[in-house]
């Protein structure tokens, strides 16, 4: 939950400085960044997973990476926790993927109308 949170306020202060900046489409490129930390937590908790399956790789069951303990934590460890931990952050990553498209075509809408309400 904390890895989830410091995740969102990072995104949350990307897009205002991005904003600030100046640049074009800044929440699309900040949920860009979200989905990039997505596919990467994603490949984290796969490699937890697979080698929490390896017994020889581990005395007993342990958690392989620091990104997967940030979102796993300390107690209940289990391949089920796991593997479901593993499947509903596929689940949100696909979820971040699909609305890429949409945010960044409402953007663009949102944008040219005020330039021309502007104008």
Known sequence: ????????????????????????????????????????????????????????????????NQIAYWIIGEDGWSHDLFLNTFKLSIFFTGIIIILYPVILVAESKFSSKALCSLR
């Open 1 to 64: 939950m904390i890895f989830l949170s410091i995740c969102i306020i990072f995104v949350t202060i990307a897009i205002v400085v991005l904003r600030k900046a100046g640049v074009l489409y800044p929440f699309s490129k900040g949920f860009a960044m979200a989905t990039g930390i997505s596919l990467l937590t994603v490949a984290c908790l796969a490699q937890n997973y697979t080698q929490s399956l390896i017994p020889v790789a581990n005395d007993g069951i342990a958690i392989s």
